[in-house]
């Protein structure tokens, strides 16, 4: 299967809720889809909080794994994740194997959703759907918790996926773990082409 994204944002090691979380590549168009990547040298020990974490703000979720956790993956991801398997292959390269397709996540939070606006950006998405800009003390938090209670889950999303797409600098990851080492922090995803 081919699906290409034009007009996207690729981000790597992406914050979510504030930097409680982290996903390893999140793609943002006019949805955030979520890629974690879990090789064979990884454990699952902190997945389970990050299930939750990322079913709350994710549309689609897909789990990259080596052929070591393929089939625990299928029992313990939710049904709705996809899961692909990479395989080395005789020659040394990698061939990227889909198990499972993603399917849309009806399990969203509306806030959790909202905590990945920044202050400015809050600010100003309330400001043009109050009439008014909210005041100057209020705090981030208190932004998204506003934001949250009175738009809608989609709206909101679309909210969001539009200010991940125009921002113009990200916060530098922390370092990722075993496996780490992309070479990008942020990278336009203009034509790009993800092949399974």
């Not at 909202?114 to 938090?141: F, Q, Y």
């Not at 991940?164 to 942020?186: A, Y």
Request: net charge positive; proline share 4%.
């Amino acid at each position: 299967m081919q699906a290409q994204l034009t007009g996207g944002r690729l981000y790597e090691e992406l914050s979510i809720e504030q930097g409680a979380c982290r996903i390893d590549l999140a793609i943002v168009s006019d949805r955030l889809e979520a890629y974690e990547i879990k090789s064979d040298l990884d454990n699952f020990s902190r997945l389970h909080k990050q299930i939750h974490a990322y079913n709350r703000v994710f549309d689609r979720i897909t789990l990259v794994t080596g052929p070591r956790y393929a089939d625990v993956a299928q029992t313990l991801m939710p049904s709705w994740w996809g899961i692909s398997v990479v395989n080395r292959k005789p020659d040394g390269s990698l061939a990227l194997q889909e198990l499972r397709v993603a399917r849309d996540n009806h399990a969203q939070e509306a806030l959790s959703v909202a905590m990945s606006l920044w202050k400015d950006e809050a600010a100003s998405i309330l400001a043009v759907h109050t009439g008014s800009p909210p005041s100057r003390r209020a705090t981030r938090s208190q932004l998204q918790q506003k934001l949250a209670s009175i738009l809608c889950i989609d709206a909101l999303r679309a909210f969001v996926a539009q200010r991940l797409l125009e921002r113009k600098t990200v916060t530098k990851p922390m370092p990722s773990g075993q496996g780490g080492g992309w070479s990008h922090l942020d990278a336009s995803c203009s034509g790009f082409h993800y092949l399974t």
